[in-house]
């Protein structure tokens, strides 16, 4: 097997942390962790973390293979794979191989501890991993990646997201017909809705609220999706012409845009909620979730209309996990009730979307 190179984390401050370089092409993106102590494949996948380095807490990774079966999309969204220890062995290199194939780099070796630390002290920043022997000329050679990157189209969704309406049969042949705002939609997202509806189909984030009525849905799920909800064109507008005519399910990034759409205002956390352990209090169902999150902004409080309930909170740090309007017909959850791989505690949130639907037929 080849020899592993010298390679570098280097952030946007100018703070470096060493590793060893296993393969892939050097990038740039918003350096972010997660505490999970499984699931990187469906991390790796999930539209979410594009544009983002995504490192990991738990130090061992690919020690479980790799299995497209766990995908939540069609390809890998990080931007690069840090970790402590990645499988690299005879038995088993599936994962670090699989990241390879699709140009992603690995940095493994890497003191995740200290990284961490420095990330929860300075917030979420860009960084760049290169291959380079040499800390000048790595940092140097990382400054060019940040600065192109941070010039990037700031309408992240778009990038991800369909690019034309795709109509997905669903299991039960009397359930309801749901329309998906694709802002970068998981996989499991459209896996709990089929479970549930007669038919499924989703819609590119700029699709203008005419063509989704003229569908005729029962009611309109806003898919989850990467970066700040601010930056998403046209979606917060569509929202606004289809409130009151469906009932709407927002999750995560659909959450937040669902939130703007009704006036209220959004702001960036300093280094978000990514992991599969987050605390809920949920007034809705009348429990408490163990639950998967993976969000870097959150909803302000004062800001919702009077007549949004706030439903969800983390117990963690008090902001809003959730919200729900009689009036407007409409439903935020800020985590993830499909939750693969994660706790299932929240999955009958989907249930109960659903039940608002067959009350309005």
Known sequence: MSQPEAGWLVLETGQMFNGRFLGGIERAGEVVFNTSHSGYEEMATDPSYFNQILVMTTPMQGNYGDSDFSWESSRVHVQAFVCMEMQNSQRDAAWKSKLISYGIPILSEVDTRSLVLYLREKGTLWGAVVKEPE???????ASHFIV???NMEKDWPFMVAERAPKEINGHQKKGPRVAVMDFGCKQNIIRELLKRCSSVCVFPPRTPAEEILKWKPNGLLLSNGPGDPA??????????????????????????ILSLALGAKTYRLKF????????????LLKTIYVTSQNHGYAVEKDSLPPDAQITHTNLNDG??????????????????????????????????FIKQLKKKK
């Not at 800390?135 to 050679?141: E, G, I, T």
């Open 135 to 141: 800390w000048q000329k790595a940092r140097q050679r």
């Open 319 to 352: 902001t809003i996990e959730g919200f729900f309007s009689k009036k407007d017909k409409c439903m935020g959850i800020q985590f993830h009730p499909e939750s693969h791989p994660g706790p299932h505690d929240a999955v009958n949130l989907f249930d109960f």
């Open 272 to 283: 978000g909620h990514r992991g599969s352990n987050h605390p809920v209090k949920d007034e």
């Open 148 to 150: 192109a990157a941070q």
């Open 231 to 256: 930056e998403v064109k046209q979606a917060v507008g569509t929202i606004k012409d289809v409130l009151g005519k469906l009932f709407i399910f927002g999750i995560c990034m659909g959450h937040q």
